[in-house]
C-alpha cells in the first residue's frame, strides 16, 4: 500500500463544474503539497499546508490532520484546467508523493 | 518558469553511450533533487543535495551518478544504461531539503534509451 493514495485517477467534467481530488496518507508530515503538472512534463506547486485551508483563485486546498485526509477543489472548472494533479506529502527531508488525478474538462 | 531550468529537453542514447543531464537553479535555494517520472508510477526520488552534499541515494543504480558542483547547478551522469530506464528526469529545488519546503520543479529531460 502507498504512503500516499489519491482518488480519483482520472475524471473528466464537464465546464463549470464543481471538482474534488482527495488524498489520504499513512506517515507523519510536516506539510502537504499539491502540484499541478501539464502535458509536457512541467510541475507547478499550487499549495503546501500544514492545517486548515487555502485558497488560490478558483482553487482550494483543505487539510484534517487528525484524519490524515486533504482535499484539492477546483470551482468553475475549465479546460484549461486539464493536467494531473499530485498530492505530495513532505516527511523529515524529502516528499513522498502520490500517484496522481488525471483531469479532463471538457467545453 | 519557475527558476528551474534543465538541459536537454529530450535525448535519445543508446545503451553504450555516456550523457549528462544539466540542471540550473537561479532561485538561491540550497537543496537540490533529481526525481525519475515513469509512465503510471509516482514520482520518484533520485537524489538529494543540500548544500552541494548529497543526503539522500535512494538506491539508485551506479549507472546514474550525480554531481553538484555548487548549490546552483547539479549533473546527472548517464553511462550504460538499459531501456527501462526511458523516462522523464526532473530537476527540482527549495530552499532547505525538509518537507516542509515548496519545490521548484524544472521542465524535465525526456529520456529514450535504444
Known amino acids: 500500500k502507498n504512503e500516499v493514495e489519491q482518488s480519483p485517477q482520472n475524471l473528466t467534467a464537464q465546464e463549470g463544474e464543481f471538482i474534488t481530488i482527495n488524498c489520504s496518507y499513512s506517515?507523519?508530515?510536516?506539510?502537504l503539497h499539491w502540484l499541478q503538472q501539464h502535458p509536457g512534463g512541467g510541475i507547478v506547486s499550487l499549495f503546501m499546508?500544514?492545517?486548515g485551508k487555502k485558497k488560490h483563485g478558483r482553487l482550494i486546498a483543505t487539510i484534517n490532520i487528525q484524519e490524515k485526509h486533504s482535499s484539492l477543489h477546483i470551482t468553475a472548472s475549465h479546460p484549461r484546467d486539464s493536467a494531473v494533479y499530485i498530492c505530495?506529502?513532505?516527511?523529515?527531508?524529502?516528499?513522498?508523493f502520490g500517484t496522481g488525478t488525471r483531469l479532463q474538462v471538457f467545453p | 518558469e519557475t527558476g528551474v531550468t534543465q538541459t536537454p529537453r529530450h535525448l535519445v542514447m543508446g545503451m553504450t553511450n555516456k550523457k549528462s543531464l544539466k540542471c540550473e537553479q537561479h532561485?538561491?535555494?540550497?537543496?537540490m533533487y533529481w526525481y525519475k517520472q515513469s509512465a503510471k508510477k509516482p514520482l520518484e526520488l533520485m537524489f538529494v543535495?543540500?548544500?552541494?552534499?548529497?543526503?539522500e541515494n535512494n538506491s539508485v543504480p551506479s549507472r546514474f551518478s550525480p554531481e553538484c558542483p555548487n548549490s546552483s547547478h547539479l549533473f546527472l551522469h548517464l553511462h550504460t544504461l538499459q531501456p527501462e530506464d526511458s523516462a522523464l528526469y526532473l530537476c527540482?529545488?527549495?530552499?532547505?531539503?525538509?518537507?516542509?519546503?515548496?519545490?521548484?520543479f524544472g521542465p524535465g529531460t525526456r529520456l529514450t534509451v535504444t
Open positions: 527540482a529545488s527549495s530552499p532547505n531539503s525538509a518537507g516542509a519546503y515548496e519545490q521548484y
Open positions: 506517515v507523519g508530515i510536516s506539510a
Open positions: 499546508l500544514s492545517s
Open positions: 505530495a506529502v513532505g516527511s523529515t527531508d524529502k516528499l513522498i
Open positions: 532561485l538561491g535555494h540550497n537543496a
Open positions: 543535495y543540500n548544500f552541494k552534499e548529497q543526503t
